[in-house]
Structures are given as structure tokens and as C-alpha cells.
């Protein structure tokens, strides 16, 4: 069963950033992603990615700054299928390609590429229609503040839902 495929999805992002000093932090927001991939076998995938994974908030007595991030990512699903269920659990590595831009009292943008991995179940209504729960990991997306030269990393995880459509 080999297929080409394509979905997207809606979650929730939530960027691992720390919140000391009297910064009061909105760290979590509505992502959104779209992707295609080629099944190999039931088990084995290759896909392709584009998400949008939100933005965070940190707001002090002198301003605010905001975080918008946004990847690119290509991953391999590696599926578990349960036996004429529909039901199925699947892991994902990958590699992902993103950018962090810092706006609002700071200002700065950074690209950099680092691991994504995750974990997630599926359900096929038929051979073409299906639906992921999944949870997936951005690791140490870089960050930089263009003024000072200062540059961070952090994860960004998403806890997302998803359809997606075999051309078979």
C-alpha cells in the first residue's frame, strides 16, 4: 500500500521561554500546519511540512516584545497499525528549518535548523480519509536580539489535530 498524501491541522503551540524578573509571559497561542508525504508501506512515511507555530508574549514595566515563529519540516512517520480498526500509533523524526522573529520594544530574526520529533494516533474512516492527535516537539529554535547581539534557544511543542487525505 504505497500513497501520496496531503493534511493540515490546527493546535496549540506553547513556547518553552522563561519568565523571570518581574516579565509577566503569554507563552502559549494557536498554531496551524500544513504538509504532504508519500506513504511507503502501512508502517513506513516520508513528509513534508510548513507550520505557522504561533507567537509568544512577554510584557515588563518597560514594553512588551513578541515571538513569531514559523518551520519548515521533513520527518519520517513511522506507524503502528492496529489490525482492521482504524486505529493506529505513530512516532515522528525529523529534521525542521524555522525562523523566530523578535518584534515590539526589541527586535531581531534568526533561522535555524535543529531536530523535530513527536508522538501521535490516527484513524482512517476509509483507505483515503484520516485524523492525527499528535504532539510535536521544535527543538531549540533560535532567537536574537538585533541591539545587543544576544541570542537564545528554546523548544516550541505542539499539541495539535489534524485530517489528512490518501490519493490511492
Do not use: H
Not at 504532504?36 to 507550520?51: H, K, R
Not at 537564545?152 to 495539535?160: K, N, T
Amino acid at each position: 500500500m504505497s500513497a501520496v498524501y496531503i493534511g493540515g491541522g490546527l493546535g496549540q503551540s506553547k513556547f518553552k521561554i522563561e519568565c523571570g524578573g518581574g516579565l509577566s509571559c503569554d507563552d502559549k497561542d494557536t498554531s496551524f500546519r500544513v504538509f504532504g508525504g508519500y506513504q511507503f508501506t502501512p508502517n513506513i512515511s516520508a513528509e513534508l511540512g510548513y507550520a505557522d507555530l504561533g507567537r509568544a508574549k512577554l510584557s515588563g514595566p518597560g514594553g512588551s516584545d513578541e515571538l513569531k515563529a514559523t518551520a519548515w519540516d521533513l520527518s519520517g512517520i513511522f506507524q503502528w497499525p492496529f489490525e482492521k480498526t482504524g486505529f493506529s500509533v505513530f512516532g515522528r523524526l525529523g529534521l525542521y528549518y524555522g525562523k523566530v522573529e523578535l518584534s515590539g520594544l526589541d527586535t531581531g530574526s534568526k533561522t535555524s535548523g535543529n531536530a523535530t520529533f513527536g508522538l501521535g494516533a490516527g484513524y482512517d474512516f476509509n483507505r483515503n480519509l484520516g485524523l492525527r492527535a499528535e504532539w510535536q516537539r521544535y527543538s531549540k529554535m533560535k532567537a536574537r536580539n538585533d541591539a545587543t547581539g544576544v541570542e537564545d534557544d528554546g523548544d516550541v511543542d505542539v499539541l495539535g489535530i489534524s485530517v489528512l487525505y490518501r490519493f490511492q
